[in-house]
């Protein structure tokens, strides 16, 4: 076969298995409401609304600007928190995963930091800086980094020394085999911290909101809780999650296909 009709096969190969993953996703997500009406029916509706009651309620908080107006707020802490993670991580996981005394010196640290309970981090950022957004953010962002070093750093030292070689005898400039040659190895470890360490720092930034500020989705919810508005916990929960949702698919997803597509 032609390598233009095969690379068109392939095209179509690959458009053809992402309409069936989007339909599939589209069920999956149909039978989560299926279930969820079955189990409102069973139970008392004060114990699990309806999904039309929750979505009646969502409708209520867009109405009212209070469901945006703090979804905005825990948003921008989650953007500052992922990008200082991942900028610090990524750096720090680059050093040790290239040099070996690095790696010696910094291990301890990084043990412990996987090991601290966000709470504690969280308390202590909050004891020691106040009760303000800084110190919300810095939280987030101590308890992601140790992940993303550890990702990363595994990622540095899988990449290919042959390649860095060839580099070295065409002479290209350290910039130019960053870019060219080094990073491109680790994008897959880059993306892979990036997906989990998102997980992550969405909960972690509710958990702070709930624990010491005013505004944010976490705030709001711990609320709900007091007056066991249990509608209000599920609608700010499923508007948080449909965010979710939509950053991967139409971000990161879109953006790995982007960056590894030269692996074929």
Request: hydrophobic residues 60%.
């Amino acid at each position: 076969m032609p390598p233009a009709a095969r690379s068109q096969a392939h095209g179509q190969q690959a458009r053809a298995a992402s309409g069936r993953d989007r339909w599939l996703r589209a069920a999956s997500l149909l039978v989560f409401v299926l279930i969820w009406q079955l189990g409102a029916w069973l139970a008392d509706n004060h114990t699990l609304p309806t999904p039309a009651a929750v979505l009646a309620r969502i409708w209520d908080e867009v109405a009212s600007m209070a469901l945006p107006a703090h979804l905005a707020i825990t948003l921008w802490r989650v953007v500052i928190a992922f990008a200082a993670a991942m900028l610090i991580g990524a750096l720090v996981g680059m050093a040790m995963g290239r040099w070996r005394q690095c790696d010696a010196f910094f291990d301890a640290w990084l043990v412990l930091g996987l090991n601290i309970p966000a709470l504690v981090t969280i308390i202590l950022c909050y004891v020691w800086f106040g009760l303000n957004d800084w110190a919300a953010i810095l939280a987030v962002a101590i308890n992601k980094i140790p992940t993303v070093i550890v990702t990363v750093r595994e990622g540095a030292r899988a990449v290919d020394p042959k390649l860095l070689d060839v580099a070295r005898a065409y002479r290209l400039s350290r910039r130019t085999t960053f870019v060219r040659v080094y990073l491109p190895q680790l994008v897959p470890y880059l993306m892979a911290a990036a997906r989990s360490g998102l997980s992550l720092i969405w909960k972690i930034v509710l958990v702070v909101e709930l624990l010491g500020r005013s505004d944010g989705v976490g705030f709001q919810l711990n609320v709900f809780f007091q007056f066991f508005d249990i509608t209000g916990i599920l609608a700010y929960t499923l508007a948080f999650a449909a965010v979710v949702l939509m950053v991967e698919a139409w971000m990161l997803r879109p953006l790995e296909r982007r960056l590894t597509g030269w692996r074929g």
